[in-house]
């Protein structure tokens, strides 16, 4: 299942049930936060559920491990909210550290050094 963080919560529990009840294996890919930094509902339920979790590694331009995603518009500015999902649009999405998502977001919040 592509895309698993576009499920919904009872969809993630239809799985379940098709993996208990039935013994299909079923694997599931897709983003833990979207682009505010929130999980997504069907994300938030397989972690929940989920048997086993793997992190498919991505890398920030800085070499520290990308956990969060940005979205662009189509000017390449970073867009800072809006809905969770967007569909048809000329948005691109970049993956990022904490650290380089807090300061493409122009966090308020100043540094704590
Ligand atoms: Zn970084």
């Known amino acids: ?3 698993a963080q576009f499920l919904s919560k009872s969809q993630v529990w239809q799985l379940a049930r098709a993996v208990d009840d039935l013994n299909l294996p079923i ?3 897709g983003l833990r936060v979207d682009f505010m930094g929130e999980l997504f509902p069907g994300s938030a339920a397989l972690l929940a559920l989920a ?9 920030c331009h800085c ?12 000017r390449g500015r970073v867009v800072t909210g ?3 999902v967007q569909i048809g649009g000329n948005e691109s999405y970049v993956s990022l ?8 977001m122009e966090e308020d919040e100043p540094p704590l050094v």
């Open 51 to 59: 048997d086993e979790m793997r992190e498919v590694r991505t890398i």
């Open 1 to 3: 299942m592509d895309e």
């Open 97 to 104: 550290c904490r650290r380089h998502w807090r300061a493409a």
């Open 82 to 84: 809006g809905d969770q």
């Open 63 to 74: 070499g520290r491990k990308a956990t969060m995603v940005v979205r662009k518009d189509a």
């Open 27 to 29: 694997m599931c890919y």
